[in-house]
């Protein structure tokens, strides 16, 4: 460790607002440039500044990060390393399934192994904070970014959020497989309107408390050492520059004291928000309202330094900024060794291990979510025929947006899985048609017709493209792209016996495919080890044991659909497929959605009984235990995710139909029976009330195990908050 106070008291206002400057790696040096050693300057700032940068990103590997590091500690007088910032979102170079499928495994465990192994990868490519993890609560599946969520449940999304950020930054951020990271996108950027990506958000108070702002604050209690602020505005004002959020919840209430990060040239976006068109004005703004560090945009570099001569900030405000700079960079050893561990080669030893592979596939199989079975499933391993089709097929395009340094090519398709996992069958693999959405080409059509007659089984390997979710990919439809619908009708003209194989990076409204198939099971991008992850589930060699942290709607129209609504004054009663007049109900569609949150099947079967609570009334300060005994009734291994859901009856507030407040995932041997025990306090009953206070109020809470629209089972308890 160095004495960064000395330091600091050595440096220039100039230097000193260098370290709260961020750059693309691009901007310092040309890889070309970096054999030859020539630093062109495309930042238009003179070599001076430049020489004071305290970050950089878009980085292509170690090697171009040691070159870069190593020229700015030549050109730096202090001396003071460069951090690198990365987006390592599901993994580095083995990726693993995007984090709206590893919300499907509830396992916080899994998450948290997936993410010590990408911190592994990443500090040996060169990268020391990752700007994860996201936790923006989402209910609309239209949004692209929801592939980097865990979905709709705000108790999920924080205790994956939480356990990334302890994987990630390990026993101590001095470690070489250590690195610090960056909670993001403060707050709400997903609930942008109509699920446009970078759209307006407009939230109730007591909304944001309940559902936005929970996974946040977990993840700032968990370590967090950053946070970023979202693009959007929330109520009016972008969040960059929001008082509200940054100063007065942030700071004030959660006593935040990281760093914060201004997403992707956010604040220059503050003159298209229409806020300001004046670089003085933007650098104050988003300067007073706490960012310490401006991604890629330039008016802390332009303007601090006048801000501060002309009084608007002091010096003492500049310098608790830096100092968090370079506390970050102490505590990861940056000064005793700039590289933190980083590879001397582009590809390191430490990239694609088996154990990283092994990991990976693991991943894969608990994150898929088996849909439908109508006892299809599993498959003999001794089927005869199976005709592959679809554009999945034979595709390496699985790992999913946000794949960091990912290869597509390193990834094992479906048809490589299912080959190795069924060597003895003939398989037909056959494309039928492409996936994006303006694709009309019905050529393929034949070919897949064909082999679906001459099979026993066919396996139908669907989904949208990777690069229709992820950040800018909104869709405002989100049923099979192209003509993939079409040709799931025609092979089913053919064989009946058909196995759809989804891919996407959102739910999908898979209404029509439903009615074509005998089984779905949903992989998302389940990342490198994707193909064999899917032959390994199909044939039963791994159980599904996923369950859906996201509503399947049954139509577009339906969003924003999530489990967790209220029940409005006047609910349907009649059965959903139903219209029914003055009702809160659609004429052309069910309320329900296709598939439920917390929907997923098992090639085991589960069977809940005896739930009990210890006592029927629940005091201030008491807890109450409900067990719930759970029995595997078949002779498969598998796991199953126990929930626990309450409703709160009647209060101040309209409270949602279900909640959850808890859950548990355990194994099952073959006829093997559980008592799964939560314990049931107070505030898990509580809410956030329109005086935006967090109150339990007496009444009567009904408890819940099951799935969100399939209770198993339901006791009451009461809830006396001033007992005698
Ligand atoms: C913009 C994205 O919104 C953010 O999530 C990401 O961390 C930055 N770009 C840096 O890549």
Redesign the pocket.
């Known amino acids: 460790m160095v004495d960064v106070k000395q330091i600091l008291s050595q440096m220039t206002t100039e230097e000193k607002i260098g370290q709260l400057m961020q750059h693309n790696a691009n901007m310092f040096i040309d890889s070309s440039a970096a054999v030859t050693g020539d630093n062109s300057n495309k930042l238009g700032l003179s070599q001076k500044v430049i020489n004071t940068v305290g970050s950089v990103?878009?980085f292509c590997s170690s090697v171009e990060m040691r070159t870069i590091q190593d020229m700015h500690l030549k050109n730096d007088r202090n001396k003071i390393p460069m951090l690198f910032m990365?987006?390592v979102v599901h993994g580095f170079r083995t990726i693993f399934p995007i984090p709206l499928a590893l919300g499907c495994s509830f396992d916080p465990n899994l998450a948290a192994r997936c993410s010590e192994m990408a911190a592994d990868e990443a500090t040996a490519g060169g990268v020391q904070v990752t700007?994860t993890p996201?936790v923006d609560y989402v209910r609309d599946a239209r949004w692209g970014r929801v592939m980097e969520t865990c979905g709709e449940e705000p108790l999920l999304n924080g205790m994956m959020g939480a356990a990334q950020i302890r994987a990630f930054r390990g026993k101590s951020l001095s470690d070489k497989t250590s690195m610090a990271t960056?909670v993001?996108?403060f707050a709400a950027y997903g609930g942008a309107e109509a699920g446009r990506d970078y759209n307006t958000v407009e939230l109730s108070e007591h909304i944001l408390r309940e559902y936005y702002l929970p996974a946040y604050k977990a993840c700032i209690d968990a370590g967090a050492d950053m946070i970023?602020p979202a693009?959007n505005t929330l109520n009016g004002i972008p969040a960059t520059v929001n008082f509200w959020l940054m100063k007065k919840v942030l700071k004030e209430e959660w006593g935040f004291s990281g760093i914060v990060i201004s997403?992707?040239n956010a604040i220059g976006d503050l003159e298209r928000h229409g806020i300001t068109n004046d670089e003085k004005t933007a650098a104050r703004l988003a300067f007073e309202n706490g960012c310490d560090i401006e991604?890629v945009s330039n008016t802390y570099t332009h303007c601090l330094k006048e801000l501060i001569e002309k009084g608007v900030f002091t010096e003492e405000q500049l310098d608790d900024a830096v100092l968090k700079v370079l506390n970050l960079k102490n505590n990861l050893g940056m000064f005793e060794d700039p590289y933190h561990g980083a590879d001397i080669q582009e590809n390191s030893e430490r990239f694609l291990t088996p154990e990283h592979r092994a990991t990976a596939r693991k991943a894969a199989e608990e994150c898929a979510v088996l849909l439908k079975n109508d006892g299809i499933l599993p498959l003999s391993p001794q089927v005869e025929k199976i005709a592959l089709i679809g554009p999945f097929a034979d595709n390496h395009e699985i790992i999913g947006f946000w794949s960091c340094n990912g290869k597509n090519e390193e990834s094992v398709t479906v048809s490589e899985g299912i080959h190795a996992a069924a060597p003895n069958t003939e398989i037909t693999v056959t494309r039928g048609c492409g996936n994006l959405y303006d694709d009309c080409d019905r050529s393929g059509f034949d070919a897949a017709v064909k082999a679906a007659a001459a099979a026993d089984v066919v396996i139908l390997c669907l989904g949208e493209p990777q690069n229709y979710s992820g950040?800018g990919n909104s869709r405002a439809d989100i049923t099979l792209t192209g003509l993939q619908d079409e040709l799931a009708a025609a092979v089913a003209n053919a064989n009946k016996n058909i196995v759809a194989l989804t891919f996407s990076g959102r739910p999908l409204a898979l209404t029509e495919l439903e009615k074509n198939v005998r089984a779905i099971l949903h992989m998302w991008f389940p990342g490198t080890e994707g193909g064999s992850a899917a032959a390994n589930l199909l044939f039963g060699y791994a159980n599904p044991c996923g369950k859906l942290s996201m509503t399947f709607p049954r139509a577009v129209g339906q969003c924003p659909i999530y489990y967790n609504h209220t029940n409005t004054g006047k609910p349907k009663f009649f059965p959903d497929d139903k219209h029914q007049p003055y009702a809160s109900n659609y004429i052309d569609c069910p309320n329900s959605p296709l598939f439920p949150f917390g929907h997923g099947l098992s090639y085991s079967n589960f069977k809940y009984e005896n739930l009990e609570l210890s006592d029927d009334v629940l005091y201030n300060n008491s807890k109450i235990e409900v067990s719930v005994t759970v029995k595997n009734c078949s002779d498969t291994v598998g796991k199953e995710t126990v929930m626990l859901y309450m409703r709160d009856l009647f209060a101040s507030n309209s409270r949602p139909v279900q909640q959850l407040i808890a859950f548990e995932k355990a194994e099952f041997a073959a006829d093997e029976t559980k008592t799964f025990k939560f314990n049931i306090t107070a505030p898990m009953l509580g809410f956030w009330n329109n005086e935006n206070k967090f109150v339990t109020e007496d009444g009567v809470f009904q408890i819940s195990t099951g799935c969100a629209d399939r209770l198993i089972l339901t006791e009451n308890l009461t809830f006396i908050s001033n007992a005698e």
């Open positions: 990103l878009n990365m987006d700007f996201m960056c993001k996108h970023m693009f997403d992707f991604m950040e």
